[in-house]
Each structure stands twice: as structure tokens, then as C-alpha cells.
């Protein structure tokens, strides 16, 4: 019995190093694009072009990250959605400069995540129901709580 409980945690640890091992070598850049075709307009109206970016976690030294987020701008879209967790550093908003300044000027709107609105910290995979206890001092004033404002494809209020 006691060899059957040290092959299940051995097999347990080995499973937990190789997805450990994949999240971090190989899926932390492997960034996608997903072309949907959504027929909600009428028939003959001009197609509308809408580039949705979430989660995207951002540190200011992710230079491959924020190079693929700015060839999406090649796609021309007529509008930039934001849905939350665009920092993933405290210092997140440099790389989120840097790799939306090909969309100034193209229409956004965005929606804060709790990295966003609180500032991203580790937390409790056990624990799901915490809730962050301080917001950052840039956003010490702000009234907004990630309501739906609009902007310039950025990451915050301009």
C-alpha cells in the first residue's frame, strides 16, 4: 500500500513539473489570433472590424508580447476592445504603452480587470472569494470601477 501512495505522488509531482514546465517554456508565448465572422448587420452594411485584446498581463520587459500586439494593428480594425488584466507588473502599463501606441487614434473602449483596478499581487490559488485589500496610488482618486469607459484603445483613463 505504502508503494502504491509513493508511485501515485511521485506520478502527481511529475504531472505538476510537466505542466508547470509547459506554462512557463512554451504556452507564455504562444499568443493567438481568432478570426470570428459575427452576421448581425444588416445585409449590404459595411463590415465593422473589432480587434478584442484580454489578458493580456503585461511587464514592461515582454518585448516578444507586445511586438505581437502591435502587428494587430496591420489588421486595421474600426474599433479596439479592452477586457481586463492588461498589466501583469506593477510597472505593466510601459510594455502596454509601447504595445498599443500602432492604435492611437483608432476608437476603444475598455473594461478593467482586477489586475487593472487593483494592481496584480499574488493571491491564493486556494482562495477565490479574497478580495485585494489595497488600489493603487494612481488610482487613489478615481471613482471608476471598471464601468465600461471609453478611450483610445489604452489601459486607463486618458
Known amino acids: 500500500m505504502l508503494r502504491l501512495i509513493r508511485r501515485a505522488a511521485a506520478l502527481t509531482a511529475a504531472a505538476g513539473a510537466a505542466?508547470?514546465?509547459?506554462?512557463?517554456l512554451v504556452e507564455r508565448d504562444r499568443f493567438t489570433l481568432r478570426r470570428a465572422t459575427v452576421p448581425i448587420l444588416p445585409?449590404?452594411?459595411?463590415?465593422?472590424?473589432?480587434?478584442?485584446l484580454s489578458d493580456l498581463h503585461?511587464?514592461?520587459?515582454?518585448?516578444?508580447?507586445?511586438?505581437?500586439v502591435r502587428s494587430l494593428a496591420t489588421l486595421k480594425p474600426d474599433l479596439v476592445v479592452t477586457t481586463g488584466d492588461?498589466?501583469?507588473h506593477e510597472r505593466g502599463i510601459e510594455g502596454l504603452r509601447e504595445?498599443?501606441?500602432?492604435?492611437?487614434?483608432v476608437p476603444g473602449v475598455y473594461v478593467w480587470g482586477s489586475n487593472d483596478y487593483f494592481g496584480p499581487e499574488p493571491k491564493n490559488p486556494?482562495?477565490?472569494s479574497r478580495v485585494p485589500r489595497r488600489r493603487p496610488s494612481s488610482l487613489a482618486g478615481s471613482t471608476s470601477r471598471g464601468s465600461g469607459s471609453t478611450s483610445r484603445a489604452s489601459a486607463g483613463p486618458t
Open 43 to 52: 445585409a449590404g452594411a459595411k463590415p465593422i472590424r473589432v480587434l478584442h
Open 86 to 88: 492588461n498589466l501583469g
Open 19 to 24: 505542466a508547470f514546465a509547459y506554462g512557463s
Open 99 to 105: 504595445a498599443l501606441a500602432p492604435f492611437a487614434g
Open 126 to 128: 486556494f482562495s477565490t
Open 58 to 68: 503585461m511587464a514592461p520587459w515582454q518585448r516578444g508580447k507586445q511586438e505581437f
